[in-house]
């Protein structure tokens, strides 16, 4: 029998389908929502909109790639240079010059890859491709190529939602990966055991499930498994052809049997189904949830999407524990604020705003990934993201240039033909920013900033004074707790 919180949500008329939920859904399966488009996924039955979000490839989308033709052209030419027995001053400018252009084209990828959580109409997609950075984790310092970034971005979007395994035999074949945890160097007679560490211990079974032996084998497995260029290559001279025990299976194994091997595992089976609901429903699931997931990905063999449409119509997913209980992370809150805004701010100012607030994309703090949960807050970045809405509302926030006029329009934030009082406008607000309901304090705060202390005070979006009124109630809105919470 299902656990409880993995049976299918129905709804009912003491459970209705309604914008909470439907809200909900749009949060943790993508980036936020407007109001029109809560009202969209309200009106459609539960299942139809989980299929409208997990069928994201009938959804065209095309957004310019990053071009790494300059930077190719500069790395051939200090290959030529050093051919050619370049003096060393020379050979020192233009690996000088070369280094800067790719600390630039980083920059590049990073604000490429914003922009399309910003727009994409497939935010599943776009989530899923967060998720893998944090889970199957790679950036600066140690990857030192933005394109290997790019090709690792490009890979998660390919098989966001597609089969695990065939990922992860992929990303042990990843350039970016190959670099970060050295495997690259990984050579017989001297094997270097990080990716093989982390692949069982952080990306695929957990800690407690293989020993320190386990390991060594597996680091055994990989060796010779390197890149040239942008290509994995396989060196056979380097690859350790001897015996190996692991997993208490003997034999001649290389990185794509070891691989194999860790997919025969009971803790394989849990490990991802677990993240998956932590990152999209909530932190430390019932283990009868994890074992009902475990057992439904054993059975449509480590194909992704099945999991998430079980998560997604799931009562667990849809209940209190789960709704408006998550703390945004920085690119969560930022992407968010912005879609649901319309804000217009330089890429490189959100950026910014998100290192202020812990998290810059490809670089992550450690092989781990970023925090969750309350580690997303203390006491510098809890002030950042309360500053955030002046940003978006003012062109000012402390640590972060200063930006020409208004960079949000705040008309568009409520709808003229259904707002004929204050009240109506504050519902409004709350609608689109918490979908939370307000005690009656921090209701009588937004009334204030309309200049009233009556819910039925005429009011209408109306003017340059009413204009300052509505900016003034944004601000406060999103500068309360709730807004903090997916």
Same mark, same amino acid.
């Given at each position: 029998m299902a656990a409880a919180s993995?049976?299918?949500y129905q709804p009912s008329a003491s459970n209705p389908w309604d914008r909470v939920k439907a809200a909900h859904l749009l949060n943790r399966a993508g980036f936020g929502s407007t109001p029109e488009e809560v009202t969209r996924v309200a009106a459609m039955r539960p299942e139809a909109a989980v299929e409208e979000l997990l069928a994201y490839e009938h959804v065209p989308e095309t957004f310019p790639a990053v071009d790494y033709g300059q930077i190719?052209?500069?790395?051939?030419?200090?290959?030529?240079?050093?051919?050619?027995?370049?003096?060393?001053?020379?050979?020192?400018?233009?690996?000088?010059?070369?280094?800067?252009?790719n600390l630039l084209k980083f920059q590049d990828v990073r604000t490429n890859w914003l922009r399309r959580m910003i727009e994409t109409r497939r935010p599943l997609q776009e989530k899923m491709v967060l998720f893998w950075h944090?889970?199957?984790?790679?950036?600066?310092?140690?990857?030192?190529?933005?394109?290997?970034?790019?090709?690792?971005?490009?890979?998660?979007?390919?098989?966001?939602?597609?089969?695990?395994?065939?990922?992860?035999?992929a990303i042990s074949?990843?350039?970016?990966?190959?670099?970060?945890?050295?495997n690259n160097s990984n050579r017989k007679g001297k094997p270097n055991e990080n990716y093989a560490r982390e692949l069982l211990e952080l990306f695929t079974m957990g800690i407690g499930n293989y020993t320190e032996q386990d390991v060594k084998e597996a680091a055994r497995?990989?060796?010779?498994?390197?890149?040239?260029?942008?290509?994995?290559?396989?060196?056979?001279?380097?690859?350790?052809?001897?015996?190996?025990?692991?997993?208490?299976?003997?034999?001649?194994?290389?990185?794509?049997?070891?691989?194999?091997i860790v997919f025969q595992q009971p803790a394989t089976a849990r490990f991802l189904p677990r993240r998956l609901?932590?990152?999209?429903?909530?932190?430390?699931?019932?283990?009868?949830?994890?074992?009902?997931?475990?057992?439904? /990905?054993? +059975?449509? *063999?480590?194909?992704?999407?099945? &999991?998430?449409?079980?998560?997604? @119509?799931?009562? #667990? /997913?849809? +209940?209190? *524990?789960?709704?408006?209980?998550? &703390?945004?992370?920085?690119?969560? @809150?930022?992407? #968010?604020?912005?879609r649901l805004t319309g804000a217009e701010v330089p890429d490189e100012v959100l950026i910014r705003t998100m290192d202020l607030m812990g998290q810059i994309l490809l670089y992550p703090p450690n092989v781990g990934g970023w925090p969750k949960g309350q580690g997303w807050i203390n006491t510098a970045t809890v002030l950042v993201r309360y500053n955030f809405s002046g940003l978006l509302l003012n062109g000012a926030m402390p640590g972060v240039r200063r930006l020409r006029g208004s960079p949000a329009r705040v008309d568009g934030l409520v709808d003229a033909s259904k707002t004929r009082t204050a009240g109506e406008a504050i519902d409004q607000l709350v609608d689109r920013f918490i979908q939370a309901p307000l005690d009656g304090r921090r209701r009588w705060g937004l009334l204030r900033a309309f200049g009233t202390n009556r819910e039925d005070a005429p009011w209408r979006p109306d003017g340059e004074r009413a204009r300052e009124q509505l900016r003034s109630a944004v601000h406060l809105v999103m500068s309360m707790p709730e807004f903090q919470l997916s």
């Open positions: 993995l049976r299918r190719r052209q500069m790395f051939l030419e200090l290959l030529r240079l050093r051919q050619s027995r370049a003096d060393e001053a020379t050979l020192r400018r233009a690996a000088q010059q070369l280094n800067r252009a944090g889970h199957l984790v790679s950036g600066l310092p140690e990857t030192r190529v933005a394109e290997h970034m790019g090709i690792q971005l490009e890979l998660f979007r390919r098989l966001a939602t597609g089969n695990f395994k065939e990922l992860v035999l074949r990843d350039p970016a990966m190959l670099s970060y945890l050295d497995a990989f060796t010779g498994w390197t890149l040239v260029g942008n290509e994995f290559a396989f060196r056979r001279n380097e690859h350790d052809e001897g015996l190996k025990t692991f997993l208490g299976r003997t034999g001649n194994w290389d990185g794509t049997d070891i691989v194999d609901w932590e990152f999209f429903g909530y932190l430390s699931p019932e283990e009868s949830l994890v074992e009902d997931l475990a057992q439904a /990905f054993r +059975s449509v *063999r480590w194909e992704i999407k099945p &999991i998430l449409r079980m998560i997604f @119509l799931s009562e #667990g /997913f849809y +209940s209190e *524990r789960a709704i408006r209980t998550q &703390i945004k992370s920085p690119t969560q @809150l930022v992407v #968010g604020a912005i």
